[in-house]
């Protein structure tokens, strides 16, 4: 469906010796995912952030947790203040949004060479949602068949 979209193509005259290019999806489960994001901030290349995404901030029902603090801590930063919040009247959409990061995404579980469970992912900032998730107390288990 990308690829026949008219609206995604690009033509100019001196690019691609005039012949017209069409968008190309890269992953089989992108068109279920479109119209569901309001905004993506990634470097999927990794020259800007050589591949090492990290969680810093959220914003849950107009609140902010965690800082982008330059030099500090590395990761996600808000926990304690998520954690009370969880406590709190915003705790419902505290939990609904860290059950979203444990569980919608495309990651798998692999067994590392010391017998834990290691997160497998297609992108740097995928795996980064889902581990701080995990560090929040919604760790990503697995999945089962049918």
């Not at 406590?87 to 949004?97: C, E, I, K, Y």
């Amino acid at each position: 469906f990308i690829r026949n979209d008219k609206h995604m193509y690009y033509k100019k005259q001196f690019f691609n010796n005039g012949v017209g290019y069409p968008a190309v999806a890269r992953s089989s489960n992108l068109c279920q995912e479109l119209g569901q994001v309001g905004y993506i901030f990634s470097d999927k290349t990794g020259t800007l952030t050589q591949n090492d995404m990290e969680l810093k901030r959220v914003a849950i029902a107009d609140i902010k947790y965690g800082t982008f603090e330059q030099g500090g801590e590395d990761g996600f930063n808000g926990g304690h203040e998520l954690e009370a919040a969880r406590g709190g009247m915003h705790g419902p959409s505290v939990n609904a949004f860290l059950e979203v990061l444990a569980v919608a995404h495309t990651v798998m579980i692999a067994t590392g060479k010391d017998g834990r469970p290691q997160y497998e992912a297609e992108s740097p900032d995928e795996f980064a949602l889902v581990s701080s998730a995990a560090e929040q107390g919604w760790a990503f288990r697995g999945r089962r068949g049918r």
